[in-house]
């Protein structure tokens, strides 16, 4: 009732000529306060029932409405993705934890896995060969000899060894089959094998008489040969071989 008091109002002032100021009314059409000094052309369009609002007065209003729509749209972007966010650490952490679950753990009573035939670990050192007989004092006949043998863990190791007591080098002589020794000798070996390093030096010294004694053990191994050969139930008498000291 007010607004239509203060319209009739204005419109009999603005007929009598009189200027408007200050004055605000409803424009019928939007619902919008319209007023006088900041929108004179709406407002005597207003006065004269003809309403020209061209929207001037709901451009604050419009871009009040717009920043508003605005900032939720950001605030609900920004929730958006701090869900996104938690949901992928979430996921994340899930297949961290399903992972290590998963994987296999090792154990104290674990074994290694056993290599195959011949193989050694890289730089790994090769076994200590080993020398047949050990060294001593070997009794035997003239022309005889003393069939040293070595032997090692690998068989595709390389044994090298020499004969007159100096250390054995890769130079040195590889061993192919037993050592004949008629003499004094002192033998050093070493091993060593395609992925292995040299093994230590095995020293053993042989100390070779010829005698007696050398000849009761050559008569002694002809008897067993003609023994041997001649297929008779009991073996020819022999007098005691002597033993190594």
Known sequence: MQSVMRWLMAATLMMAGVQVVDAQLVDPTT?????????????????????????????????????????????QAQ?????????AQQDAKAFADTASQNAPRATASSA????????RPAHST????????????????????????????NPD?????????????????????????????????????EYTDPSGVVTETFKIKQGTGGLQMGAARRHLRRFLS????SPPR????PVAS
């Open 126 to 153: 090769a076994a200590r060969p080993v020398i047949m007989p050990k060294g001593g004092i070997f009794h035997i006949a003239p022309g005889d000899a003393v069939l040293v043998t070595i032997k090692e863990k």
């Open 79 to 87: 929730k958006s993705a701090a869900a996104a966010i938690q949901r």
């Open 157 to 193: 190791a390389k044994i090298y060894y020499t004969t007159d007591g100096s250390r054995p080098t890769l130079q040195s002589l590889v061993y192919s089959g037993p050592i004949a020794v008629s003499r004094s000798e002192t033998i050093k070996v070493l091993a060593t094998g």
């Open 230 to 233: 001649s297929g008779t139930s």
């Open 238 to 241: 022999a007098r005691p071989l």
């Open 31 to 75: 619902g919008v306060i319209v007023d006088a000094t900041a929108d004179p052309a709406d407002f005597n369009a207003v006065v004269g029932g003809k309403p020209g609002n061209m929207g001037t007065e709901l451009a604050p209003q419009a871009a009040a409405q717009a920043q508003q729509a605005a900032a939720q749209a950001m605030e």
């Open 112 to 119: 290694p896995p056993s290599a195959s035939p011949g193989s």
